[in-house]
């Protein structure tokens, strides 16, 4: 591997395993990923290395487990982390995503003791990020729940505030009281 390359990487930031690589997990096409030269890094061997043990074995990796990102995903990536090209042109080709699915079954590619340890960090950081979606979105939820909560008490308070700025209205506006004269008047209408 490049030493620039292993700049590149967030799974080398001095974090927790499951939280490093929770770190490095994308959500593309809807799917959460990992890419393939941070399962590379994991794996402490080169991205070619890797890919070509994938390419070994094409029936292992369907569609639904790896795809390859268009340009226009690798260039959103880049842009977006701020990465710069490493080598005079970048990278040759455009990198390999890998789901949890695509990534539980590298552990049957890969061989080693290094391959089933990271295997099960990598696993355990997909649980921790499904847990924390479902935090989140019960925190959605609730947030939600509060929201409507406090517009109904929104709406009942200002038709309370209305009602009493009317009667201010009212009393500030008072009709005028009609003024009889002193004194003994044969006007018997008033």
């Known amino acids: 591997m490049h030493p620039a390359e292993m700049a590149v990487t967030p799974l080398r930031r001095g974090a927790a395993p499951a939280q490093a690589i929770a770190s490095a997990i994308l959500f593309l096409r809807e799917r959460k990923v990992l890419l393939d030269e941070d399962l590379a890094a994991l794996y402490g061997i080169a991205t070619g290395a890797l890919l070509q043990s994938v390419k070994r074995n094409p029936s292992r990796f369907p569609h639904d487990f790896m795809f390859q990102l268009t340009s226009a995903e690798w260039d959103l990536l880049r842009s977006q982390n701020v990465i ?8 040759r080709y455009l990198p390999y995503a890998f789901t949890e699915q695509g990534v539980a079954m590298l552990s049957s590619v ?31 939820r609730k947030l939600a729940e ?11 308070h200002d038709a309370a505030i209305a009602a009493i700025l009317s009667s201010i209205r009212g009393l500030m506006h008072l009709p005028e009281p009609t003024h009889r004269g002193i004194g003994f008047t044969a006007d018997l209408d008033e």
């Open 146 to 156: 509060l929201e409507a909560n406090i517009e109904k008490k929104l709406a009942n």
């Open 110 to 140: 890969l061989n080693g003791e290094r391959a089933i340890t990271v295997n099960i960090q990598i696993m355990r950081a997909f649980v921790l990020m499904r847990e924390m979606l479902t935090s989140n979105a019960n925190l959605a």
């Open 84 to 91: 710069s090209k490493l080598r005079r042109g970048g990278r």
